[in-house]
């Protein structure tokens, strides 16, 4: 049995995360933008540590885990 729960929560935390999809924190223009599809440094990195604390609370303080097989 493998643990696919790492896996589904990287690419769908990835997928809403990227910056300019959804929101962009800090904006070109302004400090949030929504749906803007323009990013910056600042932008990425930000979106970078709410990915990483986001994925380390759910898989390690939730213990979250999807088994197949």
């Known amino acids: 049995m493998t643990d696919w729960a790492p896996v589904v929560i990287g690419v769908v935390l990835f997928v809403f995360l990227q910056p300019g999809l959804l929101f962009s924190f800090p ?22 540590l709410i990915f990483f604390g986001l994925y380390a609370v759910i898989l390690l303080a939730l213990k979250v885990h999807i088994y197949t097989g």
């Open 27 to 48: 904006g070109n223009g302004k400090q949030l933008e929504f749906g803007g599809m323009k990013t910056n440094g600042k932008a990425i990195f930000i979106h970078t």
